[in-house]
């Protein structure tokens, strides 16, 4: 196999990594929390999967106009005109990481199973994604559950399709700076959701992409059905969720519905079948209220164990990667929904990524719509793919790795924040550094055992005695002989004394 390494090269690899990690801060490995034991994780274990329909659990009508190539002509750009390479590709040095994949695959493909050659697959469950250039023949119809019939290959609201070329747009032309993470990926689209649609009851749509607004299509249950229809019917190996729920944390960590319930059982069903799911923590806004954050009026300081707010699915972290968002400056991005259940964080302001237009032909994007509004591309929705396409090379590279392990590596290897464990409510075990994730040797992945916190004996004086009782007697015995020196100098002064006068 192109990617298999010697035993001898492994072993030397770990003393250079431990080296390395010695004196290059913010790559040292930590140890990832098990999130299980968390008081502010879900209680008890995961339910069953939920069974897969396939199609909507309601009738939804469409309440908003698609986007289209008239509605964002403004926003709208030749891929040919794009010189520059976006921030957060270059943040995350994909250009390096592109060659050194290319150079230590037998295939010379970025995306593709080493064992075997073929394509590695993504399901992208989300608003759907319409076919276009920079995704080829790569794009595979995986059921929609906004309207009955659909495939999935439709994308109304213009937000998974920018989501999809970020894990795997491929320009080909190299006067285009834009690429997606992982070239040569398969995906598979599932549209799950979509603020274009409504229930049939409702008249208005909303441009806030949660599953908690009261009108849009898609739920949690559908959601679960999604992700168990991509393991189940489509063999995936990565899935990637930019879509959430937000909910008040009432004080306890039980679940509070049926169908909290399934989204959990479903997400720990695909990981246990070696699916690696990612997922976006989350914006602010609407449900969607700060963590960590102080409360006008209340002086106390937050407890990061005691979020304001829980966001499924993130909050099921012990299963998947739960990705924050930075900005241009490298700080965590200020809509970035902050919870103790952050795993990374990945570029999310800024993006230019695919134009969701049926007509969009070689076209980018760097704008998505709510209802008909543009809006600037930016959001943890986009900060996730550049993860689930990390999870996608690190797959490639190395395919003995379970989906658990290739989670650890992401978290052990991304660049970590000062805080005493490595990781924080912000950016998690920190930014990805996909460089590190493919080329760093952990311990424990062969055979060695993995850093251990230690307690050694201490050169330093005993701690204080607050017990007076030795220091009286000390004080005790150096009076008395003091005393009794005194005494005998006395006596001997008068002795020479008597002898001098006699």
């Known amino acids: ?54 199609s909507p659990d309601k009738a939804y009508k469409q309440t ?20 520059d390479i976006p921030w957060g590709q270059a943040h995350l040095q ?39 250039e920079y995704l080829g023949n790569r794009l595979i119809a995986g059921g929609d559950y906004v ?30 700076g834009f690429t997606g993470v992982a070239p040569d990926v398969q995906i598979v689209s599932i549209r799950q959701s979509s603020q274009n649609f409504s229930e049939q009851t409702d008249s208005t749509g909303s441009g806030e992409r949660t599953l908690d607004s009261p009108t849009g299509a898609g739920d949690q ?62 914006n602010t806004g609407g449900a969607c209220r700060q963590n960590g954050v102080p409360i006008k009026g209340d002086p106390r300081i937050p407890d990061p164990d005691e979020p304001r707010t829980i966001v499924t699915p993130p ?3 012990e299963d998947l990667l739960a990705v924050g968002a930075i900005d241009e400056t490298g700080s965590v991005a200020d809509f970035s929904m902050h919870g103790p259940w952050v795993s990374v964080a990945a570029p999310g302001t800024g993006i230019i990524s695919l134009d969701p237009a049926p007509d969009s032909s070689r076209s980018l994007v760097n704008v998505m719509f709510e209802g008909e509004e543009a809006v600037p591309s930016q959001g943890t929705s986009f900060a996730a793919p550049y993860v ?82 030795p220091k009286i007697v000390a004080f005790a015995g150096t009076g008395g002989g003091l005393l009794a020196l005194g005494c005998t100098m006395l006596a001997v002064h008068a002795l020479r004394r008597n002898r001098k006068d006699g």
Request: net charge negative.
């Open 388 to 469: 689930s396409g990390l999870a996608v090379l690190v797959r490639q590279m190395y395919p003995e790795l379970s989906a658990r392990e290739i989670m650890h590596r992401i978290t052990t290897t991304a660049q970590h924040p000062g805080a005493i464990d490595g990781h924080d409510q912000y950016i998690g075990y920190g930014v990805i550094d996909p460089m590190a994730a493919l080329t760093m040797t952990l311990p424990e992945e062969i055979g060695m055992k993995p850093e251990q916190d230690i307690t050694l004996p201490s050169s330093m004086p005993p701690p204080y005695d607050p017990n007076p009782a």
């Open 221 to 282: 249950s559908t959601l679960a059905q999604a992700i168990v229809r991509a393991v189940d019917e489509y063999d995936v190996d990565v899935i990637n969720m930019s879509v959430d729920a937000c909910r008040p944390y009432t004080g306890s960590n039980a679940l509070v519905s049926e169908e909290e319930r399934m989204l959990r059982g479903a997400v720990h069903y695909a990981t246990e079948q070696n699916v690696v799911v990612v997922a976006a923590a989350g």
């Open 315 to 317: 909050w099921f972290s």
């Open 1 to 54: 196999m192109g990617t298999a390494r010697s035993a001898g090269t492994r072993a030397a690899a770990v003393v250079l990594a431990a080296l390395f990690a010695t004196f290059a801060p913010g790559i040292d490995p930590a140890l990832a929390q098990d999130d299980s034991e968390q008081p502010w994780a879900p209680a008890g274990e995961p339910g069953p999967p939920p069974i897969d329909t396939g």
């Open 64 to 83: 908003v106009q698609c986007v289209s190539s008239g509605v964002g002509e403004h926003s709208t750009v030749s891929g040919s005109e794009i010189k």
């Open 94 to 132: 994909l250009d390096r990481v592109h060659d050194y994949v290319r150079s230590h695959s037998r295939y010379g493909e970025i995306g593709v199973d080493e064992r075997t050659g073929k394509p590695l697959k993504v399901a992208v469950i989300d608003t759907g994604v319409t076919p276009h």
């Open 147 to 176: 309207k009955s019939g659909g495939n999935g290959l439709r994308d109304c609201d213009g937000h998974g399709t920018q989501v999809a070329g970020i894990i795997g747009a491929d320009p080909a032309d190299p006067a285009i």
